[in-house]
């Protein structure tokens, strides 16, 4: 089984800044893409910023500038630095990985998501 684990979330002052971090457990033979969403209430889920297994970003544009995301490939470890936070940031983070494992010597490529963390930006 694998398993993403994502942790600190929380409350945060606008201008303040949060680190998300999320760790992949289990089986796995390698990560390929890892990436942040988030959810909003009464929205849908959205992309916030990926990286690739060779480190190269994308992010959506109202992130730019404030958020970094980064990943430990030793760990197994993707992490969000957000700094600058406004209150339309506010959501459900969700982490996602793009997982090989290896089973009885099949290779199988699997989309994995987190359980979520809130971060709420409100004075």
């Known amino acids: 089984q694998v398993q993403l684990v994502e942790s600190g979330g929380g409350l945060v002052q606008p201008g303040g800044s949060l680190r998300l971090s999320c760790a992949a457990s289990g089986r796995i033979f390698s990560i390929n893409a890892m990436g942040w969403y988030r959810q909003a209430p009464g929205k849908e889920r959205e992309l916030v910023a990926i990286i690739t297994s060779g480190g190269s970003t994308n992010y959506t544009d109202s992130v730019k500038g404030r958020f970094t995301i980064s990943r430990d490939n030793a760990k197994n470890t993707v992490y969000l630095q957000m700094n600058s936070l406004k209150p339309e940031d506010t959501a459900v983070y969700y982490c996602?990985?793009?997982?090989?494992?290896?089973?009885?010597?099949?290779?199988?490529?699997?989309?994995?998501w987190g359980r979520g963390t809130q971060v709420t930006v409100s004075a």
């Open positions: 996602n990985a793009d997982i090989e494992r290896v089973v009885a010597g099949t290779f199988y490529v699997t989309d994995y």
